[in-house]
């Protein structure tokens, strides 16, 4: 959606509105007219419309509202309160949001709208402890270190390396297990490096480092206030956490997660130990770093991963909201879920009253209550036509030439990753 605008930004920006007479897209099934705000209070907007007598808004309506403010687009949603000649009395907004992830502004009561999906392909069966977040995985660049063709010479050539940096080293697989100490649980839960230079500084205070996901001391404490810890009591759990660390010898310690998809497959462990007395550097950091990649790579190309048929399922669901540039849907199906990960690409079919549009679309979030599924998608490829009739059902407008220039990602017409041509190419 964008970033959320906190009370007093949004008093601030409301009174400027008021102050520069700043015009208002004013959005409602399908149709939008412009308004400016006059006056405003902690419980609703007054907003003055001379085309309110000519639109088809009533009492009780739901409406989305859309503003440019200091170069920074905005949006809000409301609930029309009163019509009075030509002003318009809505509902304060709960929630506004400026710097909008996306280029065309996402309509509600899209009821009218069902999307069909035909689930194909295999789906990824493993047995390895499940993250909250989905980690893509691509084909890494080729080096005579990093070569993921020979599984077993890269295991090799990776052990002999490390042997000459620290004092022990390990590749640990997760296979049928749950994760069963803290560094494990940290990894499971974040996805991220668990780096300790030196074990008597402790844990990152930040991460130097943005191109390496190193997990903060920060992001620890948040993952044990979520695990029920008091706040009070973090700083010292900490504490004696590092001190058993110090006691058993160890002087400097690496967890570096094996990541595929929504798997924690296994992990790698450096440490030196007292006797060394060297802490593990940001060079070892980054070429573990990068070697985790690769070995996963490496497995999925020899099939260390099971993999099912899925056969053809299909789903059929209402729309919940729609731009040009994508959609939200839910469905109470939990194996949708399941088949439909992060970073997904589909082929989806959108039944608007007779017409029918097939699109490819990539699911840029999904999050569920406790009844449903949701999924927000981003159309990657539609013939012009079908954008044509999309953007002017949605908007209840003329398509422009300026819809051209503004289309998220995509510069100009050319650019065939995103539009096909009638015959599907």
Request: aromatic share 12%; glycine share 4%.
């Amino acid at each position: 959606m964008g970033v959320k605008v906190n009370r007093i930004e949004k008093e601030f920006v409301l009174k400027k509105m008021v102050e520069k007479e700043i015009i208002i897209k004013i959005l409602s099934k399908h149709k939008e007219i412009d308004g400016k705000i006059i006056r405003f209070c902690d419980e609703f907007l007054i907003i003055d419309c001379p085309e309110i007598k000519l639109s088809h808004l009533h009492e009780h309506c739901e409406i989305s509202i859309f503003f440019m403010f200091e170069n920074n687009q905005h949006t809000f949603s409301s609930k029309i309160l009163e019509i009075k000649d030509t002003e318009l009395t809505i509902a304060q907004p709960e929630l506004t949001y400026k710097n909008l992830q996306r280029q065309y502004e996402r309509i509600k009561s899209a009821e009218d709208i069902r999307i069909f999906l035909d689930i194909k392909g295999k789906r990824i069966q493993i047995d390895f402890p499940k993250t909250r977040d989905y980690f893509s995985l691509s084909e890494p660049t080729y080096t005579e270190d990093f070569n993921p063709s020979d599984i077993q010479n890269l295991i090799r050539s990776f052990r002999k390396k490390m042997e000459e940096l620290v004092s022990v080293n390990k590749i640990i697989m997760l296979r049928n297990t749950n994760p069963s100490t803290y560094e494990e649980k940290l990894m499971a839960h974040t996805g991220k490096i668990i780096w300790i230079p030196y074990i008597d500084e402790g844990f990152l205070l930040k991460n130097p480092f943005p191109e390496v996901s190193l997990l903060t001391y920060q992001e620890i404490a948040d993952y044990e206030l979520g695990m029920g810890t008091l706040r009070g009591e973090i700083g010292n759990k900490f504490k004696i956490l590092l001190k058993e660390k110090k006691d058993k010898g160890f002087y400097s310690q690496l967890y570096c997660p094996l990541l595929y998809t929504h798997y924690l497959v296994g992990y790698i462990y450096l440490c030196n130990t007292s006797e060394k007395k060297i802490g593990i550097t940001i060079h070892t950091l980054k070429y573990v770093n990068e070697f985790s990649k690769v070995l996963c790579y490496s497995l999925k190309t020899n099939h260390y991963f099971n993999s099912q048929d899925l056969g053809n399922n299909s789903y059929s669901t209402p729309v919940i909201d729609i731009s040009a540039s994508g959609l939200l849907f839910a469905h109470t199906e939990k194996y949708l879920s399941v088949e439909l990960p992060l970073h997904a690409e589909i082929m989806i079919t959108l039944k608007i009253g007779k017409r029918k549009i097939e699109t490819g679309s990539t699911v840029i979030r999904k999050y569920m209550d406790k009844n449903r599924y949701y999924f927000a998608l981003k159309f990657t490829r539609i013939t012009r036509e079908d954008f044509r009739f999309l953007y002017e059902f949605i908007y209840g407008k003329k398509y422009s030439v300026e819809a051209e220039t503004i289309w998220e990602n995509t510069k100009t017409w050319e650019d065939v990753s995103f539009f096909i041509d009638d015959s599907g190419h």
